[in-house]
């Protein structure tokens, strides 16, 4: 595609030959000829001197930084974003269901249904939808315009999904929360009769798990991105355009703001509420509500293990030295006084 | 359903109008007319009076709070699930198995299996299990009575559930656990010939999973209750009633008591003992064997980031820090004598 | 088999009676008749004195502390490895693919591919490829030689498999790694169009996720050995022969060396750079780049929670401590000048 095309469609500044053709994305120091690269991190301004890119995509900043053919955009990285997209549409999988899929319900002729699905009875599925091979959609369950639902997806009945949802494999949604009373030794399962209801343009990545309801929802506003590995208990709720990475948890009935991020491992406990634009620190636990916005923080700092050794040591008679610190400042006091 | 025929049917006190009829559970704030509330946790008390319930369910130091009908009984926690399971019946599947199912084995004539299931060889299938769509049962498995496995749960070969099990989707029982032994650099496998077995009401999360034994089994004892997201190693023994919250981690050949429980996040290393009531905090992480029953936790406390970084930076001197302070001591001592 | 038999294939050291018969691998502490057990661990050394195996494994030093008969070899762990691989041959499932998987490429005639497996448009399957019931792959991949894929496997397209992999249910291969463009409050995503590639002898555990790159590939080295619940994010790169055990999570673009090993649950934000034979203990956060081999730790202590509440709380006061630890020096330093 042409430079000149693509701003045509995407808009920005070109600045020199926009008549060079690129036909894939790349970085300033990987790409070659045919590859248009971008700048978004200063840190790799350097690299706009020497990359054997044939345009590159820069932010104002940088516009006078290269002589290369380029456009120029306020939001160079969102702009390279929309360049890979243009330049690499997605797979399109055929229209219709696949022979070998059991639906039970009408779809519209827009829908791409794959190998071995299954949808159940009473379910929903809007215009462009495409459920790949294995996915199974319980009874009920309504998925907006546009979804994409990747192998082995599992949706469970009732639960419902917004338009342009990006599901990745193996991810399951609308399981039961973990919801037991307590009788004697024993633990009384407590049905859960709540959903899951997801927003708008969310995507929920591979292997991720979201738990229907106790009584009420789960619910999960327009945008929020999450990624894969990830556990959302019975109740949560979550702020629009919320984001959280790998391996994060968050337990049941927890509120948490919009815009809120939780970087890779972050663990928030339930029953708290999280203001919005809070930022939760890779491998922190929260363990109180957040009023405030702001970032938050609960890491040990990582050393060699015979530094830690004898470091961490400390910590067991942590309580103990600040008591007898407090106990020098005393007898000091008392010495100057005395002298 | 008529108060009375509950409490025909559940036991607990009737009081107040018995001809209610109630179809659906709510909480104290969000039940309206037709819902029957409950009152568990003291905090909720002051609902009482201002719930818009048809009737409640209450314990009786609360029995006198609410004119409203109701029913009193010691343990109104497990009461509601009760009244839950008793309002809201479990979806029925059809019996028999769908045409795309692949069944290798007998099946009786009360067991349900989906769309695309696979059941092996030498199965053992108890009366009224389901088999979701998309479930892998492998050779020689034996699941007992009444059990239910969610789509594209995997059980591997050989492997037992016991009856009235609840397997969440995604879930994986007895892959192989992660055995090599160093030959050189390289790893060498060490093929897992154990089984998991795993005792009666039992659930198990979504996406989680259960290695095999190495050589023995691995273990799940009666009424383990496991939450998504969970990685059990291979000779893992847990004890029953045992519970564990979301993103778990136990390490192999670690024995967990009976009833003990592990918060979000718990995770324990390998080769361990667990007494019997072992309490393991959210995000916590047991290093050592626990012979006593209590609650442990090894957590990093959460700050505003920027407190975080002045105290955090003080745990890398903190050996440093105490030595300080006896070397503080000491000379303090040496003026007292001095003087 | 015969002892002799082992040692004629296995090679090592026979001393005793080499026509006992043994059919299967045992622990010293409960092997049985017909069984051989093996002395890896020092810490068992006595249990050789009692063992009703019928046969042993010991390395040189411990090869006179039992009259069995015996294999003596200076590797026990791995040869015992080898004689539980020799006893119990992997199950064979049936060439040729079932009746009811779809195959949309050309297979050879050594590959097993089992109910329901999906396998795209332009895709390579090497010789002795196992497919089990469920797996999907995507257009375009390649699996080599002797590969063996658990149920409900997903590869995305394109990605590439090498030979010997050893894949648990339940994994992802190829899910689009999580990239996303800031634009104002919305997320915008950034297609993901690297692949992953995995080397040779590489196992992935059950549950599993392995993003695909965002603009290059996701790189998994030969002998690569990845535990179940484990997140490796896009561009990410691991070296020969490194192990991780279970939950753990690897962020965005990290490199990781040959020969390193991530205790369970361990995780590494993005964009590090982990030397070779770098050692992460578990439940440790690595938080920088490591230059050094060695092992490195990062974790809370554990305690009794009730001792653990009184020194955590101290935590928030540590930079305070330390300064109030540095006023008193300089007051003692000036009180002994003065004296």
Same mark, same amino acid.
């Given at each position: 595609?042409?430079?000149?095309?693509?701003?045509?469609?995407?808009?920005?500044?070109?600045?020199?030959?926009?008549?060079?053709?690129?036909?894939?994305?790349?970085?300033?120091?990987?790409?070659?000829?045919?590859?248009?690269?971008?700048?978004?991190?200063?840190?790799?301004?350097?690299?706009?001197?020497?990359?054997?890119?044939?345009?590159?995509?820069?932010?104002?900043?940088?516009?006078?930084?290269?002589?290369?053919?380029?456009?120029?955009?306020?939001?160079?990285?969102?702009?390279?974003?929309?360049?890979?997209?243009?330049?690499?549409?997605?797979?399109?999988?055929?229209?219709?269901?696949?022979?070998?899929?059991?639906?039970?319900?009408?779809?519209?002729?827009?829908?791409?249904?794959?190998?071995?699905?299954?949808?159940?009875?009473?379910?929903?599925?809007?215009?462009?939808?495409?459920?790949?091979?294995?996915?199974?959609?319980?009874?009920? $369950?309504? +998925? @907006? &315009?546009?979804?994409?639902?990747?192998?082995? %997806?599992? !949706?469970?009945?009732?639960?419902? *999904? =917004? /338009? #342009?949802?990006?599901?990745?494999?193996?991810?399951?949604?609308?399981?039961?929360?973990?919801?037991?009373?307590?009788?004697?030794?024993?633990?009384?399962?407590?049905?859960?009769?709540?959903?899951?209801?997801?927003?708008?343009?969310?995507?929920?990545?591979?292997?991720?798990?979201?738990?229907?309801?106790?009584?009420?929802?789960?619910?999960?506003?327009?945008?929020?991105?999450?990624?894969?590995?990830?556990?959302?208990?019975?109740? $949560?709720? +979550? @702020? &629009?355009?919320?984001?959280?990475?790998?391996? %994060?948890? !968050?337990?049941?009935?927890?509120? *948490? =703001? /919009? #815009?809120?991020?939780?970087?890779?491992?972050?663990?928030?406990?339930?029953?708290?509420?999280?203001?919005?634009?809070?930022?939760?620190?890779?491998?922190?636990?929260?363990?109180?509500?957040?009023?405030?916005?702001?970032?938050?923080?609960?890491?040990?700092?990582?050393?060699?293990?015979?530094?830690?050794?004898?470091?961490?040591?400390?910590?067991?008679?942590?309580?103990?030295?600040?008591?007898?610190?407090?106990?020098?400042?005393?007898?000091?006091?008392?010495?100057?006084?005395?002298?």
């Amino acid at each position: 595609m042409r430079l000149d095309e693509i701003v045509a469609r995407l808009g920005g500044e070109l600045r020199g030959d926009g008549s060079v053709v690129v036909s894939q994305v790349g970085t300033l120091a990987g790409a070659g000829a045919g590859q248009i690269a971008f700048l978004a991190n200063p840190k790799y301004r350097k690299q706009l001197a020497t990359t054997g890119a044939a345009a590159v995509i820069v932010p104002p900043a940088a516009a006078d930084d290269t002589a290369l053919p380029r456009i120029v955009h306020p939001n160079s990285y969102a702009y390279y974003a929309r360049v890979v997209a243009l330049l690499n549409p997605p797979a399109q999988r055929p229209r219709g269901a696949h022979p070998s899929a059991v639906v039970h319900s009408p779809l519209p002729a827009s829908a791409s249904v794959g190998e071995h699905v299954v949808v159940g009875e009473r379910v929903t599925i809007g215009e462009d939808v495409t459920l790949y091979p294995g996915v199974v959609v319980g009874d009920g $369950v309504s +998925i @907006g &315009d546009g979804s994409v639902l990747y192998p082995n %997806v599992v !949706v469970y009945r009732d639960c419902v *999904i =917004g /338009a #342009r949802a990006v599901i990745q494999a193996g991810a399951v949604i609308g399981s039961d929360g973990f919801g037991f009373a307590k009788e004697g030794d024993r633990w009384l399962k407590i049905p859960q009769i709540g959903r899951v209801v997801i927003g708008d343009d969310v995507e929920v990545g591979a292997n991720t798990s979201i738990d229907r309801g106790a009584l009420d929802d789960t619910v999960i506003g327009n945008g929020v991105k999450l990624d894969n590995q990830i556990q959302i208990a019975h109740n $949560v709720r +979550i @702020g &629009d355009n919320a984001a959280m990475a790998g391996c %994060v948890g !968050v337990a049941g009935s927890t509120t *948490i =703001g /919009a #815009r809120c991020t939780v970087g890779g491992a972050g663990m928030i406990i339930g029953h708290l509420e999280l203001a919005d634009d809070v930022h939760v620190s890779a491998g922190t636990m929260v363990t109180k509500s957040l009023a405030r916005p702001g970032q938050y923080t609960s890491i040990f700092p990582l050393e060699a293990h015979d530094d830690w050794l004898h470091n961490a040591a400390q910590i067991k008679r942590l309580a103990k030295l600040a008591q007898r610190v407090a106990e020098l400042e005393k007898k000091l006091e008392e010495m100057e006084k005395t002298n």
